[in-house]
């Protein structure tokens, strides 16, 4: 099973890239990550595999059901395929980018199952309200 730990900061190159982190990319099989609008203004990431799996969870609410049909498209609308070059970098695409207010710091936070990318300033007021859950 994938585990995706640990907090980074890093930041975007000048062509929108950024470097994911070792510990994060040990855990990539594949030269290829999906990425998707988050909850909470961040960009979800996940492997292959990781997508698969939350892919299914979704598939089980049948089209019929409103809330399935919304969180589909919500996530899969924007889902994106980038590949991970021999440096360990990816293009954030402009869109994804645009969602979660990126344009130059970033924290990339290991989520358990996926990984997530988040503007800066945006995390640290949101990991804040974390303190109070321990």
Same mark, same amino acid.
């Given at each position: 099973?994938? &585990? #995706? &730990?640990?907090?980074? *900061?890093?930041?975007?190159?000048?062509?929108?890239?950024?470097?994911?982190?070792?510990? @994060?990319?040990?855990? @990539?099989?594949?030269?290829?990550? @999906?990425?998707?609008?988050?909850?909470?203004?961040?960009? #979800?990431?996940?492997?292959?595999?990781?997508?698969?799996?939350?892919?299914?969870?979704?598939?089980?609410?049948?089209?019929? *059901?409103?809330?399935?049909?919304?969180?589909?498209?919500?996530?899969?609308? +924007?889902?994106?395929?980038?590949?991970?070059?021999?440096?360990?970098?990816?293009?954030?695409?402009? =869109?994804?980018?645009?969602?979660?207010?990126?344009?130059?710091?970033? @924290?990339?936070?290991?989520?358990?199952?996926? #990984?997530?990318?988040?503007?800066?300033?945006?995390? =640290?007021?949101? +990991?804040?309200?974390?303190?109070?859950? +321990?």
């Amino acid at each position: 099973m994938k &585990l #995706f &730990l640990g907090e980074y *900061d890093h930041a975007l190159d000048e062509r929108g890239r950024v470097t994911l982190p070792r510990k @994060i990319r040990q855990e @990539i099989e594949d030269v290829e990550v @999906i990425l998707a609008r988050g909850y909470e203004g961040c960009v #979800f990431g996940f492997d292959k595999r990781s997508w698969e799996v939350e892919a299914a969870k979704h598939f089980d609410t049948p089209v019929t *059901d409103e809330k399935g049909r919304q969180i589909r498209r919500y996530l899969f609308g +924007s889902a994106q395929k980038v590949e991970v070059d021999k440096l360990g970098r990816i293009l954030l695409p402009a =869109q994804l980018k645009e969602y979660a207010s990126i344009s130059r710091e970033v @924290i990339v936070v290991g989520a358990g199952d996926h #990984f997530e990318i988040w503007n800066r300033l945006r995390w =640290q007021e949101y +990991s804040k309200n974390l303190e109070g859950l +321990s």
